[in-house]
C-alpha cells in the first residue's frame, strides 16, 4: 500500500468517525432544545397557578410517603418555581454549547469532504457539504431564522414575562427573587454569549 492509499485509508476513517460524532451531537442538540420547550411548558403552568402546582405536589408527595390526606407543604411554591428555572439554566446552557460544537463539526466535515473528493473527482464525499452549498440561500436560511431570531426572541418574551411575575404576582419572598433574577441574568448572559458566537461563526 503506497502512501496515498494509506492517506485515504485514515482520511476515510476519520471522515466517517467525525460523522458519527456529528449525528450524535445533532440528536443530542434535538433532545436539549424538546427539554427546553418542556421546562418553558412548566414554568407556564407555574405561573398560572403556583399554589395549585405547589398543593398538587405536596400531596403527590404526602401520598407516596404515606401521609395520607395530610396537608403539610413539605415544598414551597417559590421553591418550585427557582428549582424550574434553574434547571431552565441548565438545559438552555448545554444547548448553547451542543448548537456551537455541532456548528463547528459542520464546517469541519465540509472540510473533510472537501479534501476526500479530491481522490474521486469531485463524485463522492459530497453527503453534507454539498447539500449546504444547494440549499444555503433557500431552506438554511428559513430555519436559520427561526433559530437565530425566532427562538431567542421568544425566549426573550419568556424570560421578561416571568421577571414581570416574579415580582408582581408571585408573592415569593425577596430571597427567592433575588435568587431567580440571578439565575434570569444568568440565562440572558448565555443567550447572548451564544448569538454573538453564531455570529462571528458567520
Not at 100 to 108: S, T
Not at 118 to 145: C, L, M, N, P, Q
Not at 184 to 193: F, K, P, Q, T
Request: glycine share 4%.
Amino acid at each position: 500500500m503506497n502512501n496515498t492509499d494509506k492517506h485515504l485509508e485514515v482520511l476515510s476513517a476519520h471522515y466517517t468517525e467525525t460523522f458519527l460524532l456529528l449525528k450524535s451531537a445533532v440528536e443530542k442538540r434535538d433532545r436539549l432544545f424538546l427539554y427546553i420547550l418542556g421546562v418553558v411548558f412548566l414554568l407556564l403552568i407555574y405561573m398560572s397557578a403556583p399554589a395549585a402546582v405547589s398543593d398538587w405536589l405536596n400531596l403527590f408527595i404526602n401520598s407516596r410517603t404515606g401521609s395520607g390526606s395530610s396537608t403539610t407543604n413539605l415544598i414551597e411554591a417559590s421553591f418550585i418555581g427557582a428549582i424550574l428555572l434553574l434547571g431552565l439554566l441548565s438545559v438552555s446552557h448545554t444547548y448553547f454549547q451542543t448548537v456551537l460544537h455541532v456548528e463547528r463539526q459542520y464546517d469541519y466535515v465540509y472540510q473533510l469532504e472537501e479534501q476526500l473528493c479530491d481522490y474521486f473527482g469531485g463524485k463522492a464525499f459530497i453527503r453534507e457539504g454539498a447539500h449546504y452549498k444547494k440549499y444555503k440561500r433557500k431552506f438554511s436560511r428559513w430555519t436559520k431564522g427561526i433559530f437565530w431570531i425566532l427562538f431567542p426572541l421568544l425566549y426573550v418574551v419568556f424570560l421578561f414575562f416571568w421577571s414581570i411575575f416574579l415580582f408582581t404576582k408571585s408573592q415569593a419572598p425577596w430571597g427567592y427573587k433575588v435568587v431567580d433574577s440571578f439565575i434570569i441574568a444568568s440565562i440572558v448572559v448565555s443567550l447572548a454569549l451564544y448569538l454573538l458566537a453564531l455570529v462571528k461563526k458567520q
